[in-house]
């Protein structure tokens, strides 16, 4: 489905998935990556990657990526000041205080989740890449490992590359109650922005030319593909679990993916990749380039994709979808069952005051009934024993 916003008036697609590595399956231990995508209530996306000395860290990207798309919606009224505003120009401070207020939100879950199980908040701890898109200006905010990248004019570049720790093959993590050394945190400019694509330290050593730092070709095929409607999730799985990742790449990989649509875009059109048109991964021989033809056709790339199978989260967004339609209305109904019943009950109150008033009157009436009779008794008694008096006389 594509989906058209109007607060952008651009047509955006979006998908994302996450899988486990061969380290990861042969331990037994869960994947620890995460990705979402979507593009409601405006295009955005994001990758999580789980420390890997903690095996418990996963419920911690799985929980941000979720925190991830609630903080989307209800940052939305700001989120439209700061990307979509013409002719201003933003500075780092605005940039800084929005990530700040992400990194606290997200940074949140692994408090609760060190409640609710009894660890550390350290033992949920994960790396962060992250793009929210405007009309004019787009957020990108990045802690560890991970990189973005963007197609501009039509060209891919990298956006945000991978950052490390203090230390050689350290990195840094979102952490509750601890701020990230190195949180980058920028509003790019997005006039010329067509796509974008998050993704992990897994995918990244596939993806980006180590010497040259340059992003595979396999970015742009999958772009075209999904501006094609020939790519859903279902798609990237299986590009994510092709054999030419292993046995190079052991560790989990995930990625997350937005393109914009022409706009002359025909929504049942369908033009499948033709079989060898470039190559997917970086350095990768021309026999492993995906056939697109092979894969399966989902017909459409849904609204608001959430990867790995995450279908709990797009059940979330279109009933919060549901609850701002119809919340108006439900409201009004409430109002008026309400004053129905009050009226009832007042109706029901003046019943029994009217009730009692007239059992009231009604013994009034009574009393006054004998009273009467008994003056009636009285005055015939008065007048017989006059008329028995006078016969006397006589």
């Not at 940039?95 to 908040?121: D, F, N, T, W, Y």
């Not at 990298?158 to 093959?169: D, K, M, R, Y």
């Not at 029901?348 to 006054?368: F, K, N, V, W």
Request: aromatic share 6%.
């Amino acid at each position: 489905m594509i989906t058209k916003e109007p607060s952008l008036g651009r047509k955006w697609v979006a998908t994302a998935a996450s899988v486990p590595g061969r380290k990861h399956i042969r331990s037994g231990t869960p994947c620890q990556d995460a990705s979402v995508a979507g593009v409601l209530p405006r295009p955005y996306l994001a990758v999580c990657d789980g420390r890997g000395s903690s095996p418990i860290s996963h419920h911690g990207s799985q929980a941000a990526v979720s925190e991830i798309s609630n903080f989307v919606f209800s940052s939305e009224p700001i989120m439209k000041e700061l990307l979509d505003r013409k002719n201003w120009m933003p500075n780092e401070t605005m940039a800084s205080m929005i990530s700040e207020c992400l990194h606290r939100s997200v940074s949140k879950v692994q408090e609760r989740l060190a409640q609710a199980m009894g660890a550390k908040a350290e033992d949920f701890e994960f790396t962060l890449v992250l793009a929210i898109v405007g009309t004019e200006y787009c957020l990108v905010v990045h802690i560890g490992d991970g990189a973005l990248v963007a197609e501009r004019d039509g060209v891919a570049v990298i956006e945000s590359a991978p950052t490390n720790g203090e230390f050689a093959n350290a990195t840094e993590f979102v952490c509750f109650g601890r701020p990230p050394a190195k949180l980058f945190a920028r509003l790019v400019p997005s006039n010329n922005l067509g796509a974008l694509a998050a993704f992990t330290d897994g995918t990244a050593a596939k993806m980006i030319e180590a010497k040259t730092m340059s992003p595979a070709p396999g970015f742009s095929t999958i772009w075209k593909n999904m501006r094609e409607m020939s790519f859903s999730e279902k798609d990237l799985l299986k590009f994510l679990t092709e054999s030419f990742w292993e046995p190079a790449v052991q560790d989990d990989r995930s990625l997350a993916a937005l393109a914009m649509l022409p706009p002359s875009h025909n929504v049942h059109a369908t033009n499948p990749a033709k079989d060898g048109e470039g190559s997917l991964v970086a350095s990768a021989p021309s026999s492993l380039t995906a056939d697109q033809n092979s894969l399966p056709h989902a017909g459409d790339i849904s609204s608001v994709e959430i990867g790995a199978g995450r279908g709990k989260f797009l059940l979330r967004a279109r009933f919060m979808k549901l609850v701002r339609k119809y919340f108006s209305n439900s409201v009004l109904l409430l109002t008026v069952i309400f004053l129905f019943i009050a009226a009832l009950a007042s109706f029901s109150l003046g019943i029994c005051a009217l009730s009692t008033r007239i059992s009231q009157l009604s013994d009034e009436l009574a009393r006054l009934e004998s009273v009467v009779n008994s003056t009636m008794v009285s005055g015939t008694s008065g007048k017989m024993n006059e008329i028995g008096e006078v016969g006397s006389e006589k």
